[in-house]
């Protein structure tokens, strides 16, 4: 099967109907012919929209979704959850980080991510030394992507420092140290694995963890074209923390350091000012926003309004998985503003009224930009992601396309993606992933070991 009839499909030039997308043997669009009908026989879907990519995970937080949620004897915060996050970190053997990537990109993939953005960090073993193959644990997160279907754009993380003046990396962060030297050599390593499905490229962790001289030595030493990501301004903690050392607020650091562009994605931004606000939209770098996580930790509200109105580009992230739903992300960064606005509609432009229309649109847009692959469209070229959304349900009967973005991100959470494609490959079908049952008892199984620890 190498071709799809759709009824009515999201194209770059908007909804469009009777269309048979066409797609080569390596997985990418190769014809899309317009005006033309269905054949008996065919392969047909009713609605399809281009997959989305999830510009932000640590897939082994998976494991920990809903275990952090009590109260301790003082007030909770960010630092507090992730101290538990040191805990459960080092203990994760390399199988079990497979079988974690595999629960999660299966359910993604459910949810309608077709490519994820693997912030990887989890390098060492758990005593601290490198294991056999250094990039091992990289490779089994890349292995459950192939194992499910999904995209990935694999960024080792360099992660050398506790904080802001390159204070020593404590005990428990021991599996995450790496200098630049080393994080080269991993993409080195993982270089044999790029293909039309897998791309490589690099984070350096935060302006706490990577020093602004080893974030320069890493871009200079990286291939052209390689997505760079970085977690940026996520706390006020942070930006207090950056101010007393450096004079400067993190991303006005960053931005003055002439790095920043069309490569770059700013993973949370959430406390920004008018001019950081305005750098961002102006280097072309996009921001990643994870609201369901931002929520979780309480970190903040990105603004939205300002970005939008400075033209910035933006994607969507699950980043710690307490959800996995493109859906649930984006609705909530609309909701986020509505209660912090106390208004309606606010994610819209003058060129596009519907909310759900321009925050899908420009999540795909922000989100293809990340990953550094050429997704976000159905266009020759492009990989054949394909979400095809179930005409069966009842919020979609009779609907128009034109409703159905704002329909399927705002109404109710039942789970409208029936059939998902990946590279022209049927990874999902009837809501159910392919290889679900047997990713679920291998989750089980590592599960089982993790909670009796
Ligand atoms: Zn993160």
Redesign the pocket.
Known sequence: MSSLFAHHVLLPQGWTSNVRLHWNTSGELSQIELNTSAQIHENQAQFVVPGMTNL?S?AFQRAMAGMTEMAGEGKDSFWTWRDLMYRYALHITPKQLQAIAAQLYAECLRHGYTAVCE?HYLHRDQDGSFYARPAEMAECVIAAAEQTGMGISMLPVLYSYADFGEHALRHDQRRFSTNVAEIMQLIEALDGKRNGQVEVGVAPHSLRAASMSQIRELVAALPAARPIHI?IAEQQKEVDACIAYSGKRPVELLLDSGLLNERWCL??ATHLNKAEVQGIASSGAVAGI?TT?EGNLGDGFFDLPDYIEASGRFGIGS??HVSQSPVEELRWLEYGQRLRLQGRNIASVTGQRKVGDFLYQSALQGGAQASGRKLGQLATGYRADMVVLDDAHPNLAGISSADLLNTWIFAGNDNLVRDVYVGGKLAVQNGKHLQQDEIQAAYGTCMRSLRSL
């Open positions: 932000h640590h912030f977690h993973v949370h994870c996580t980043d710690s």
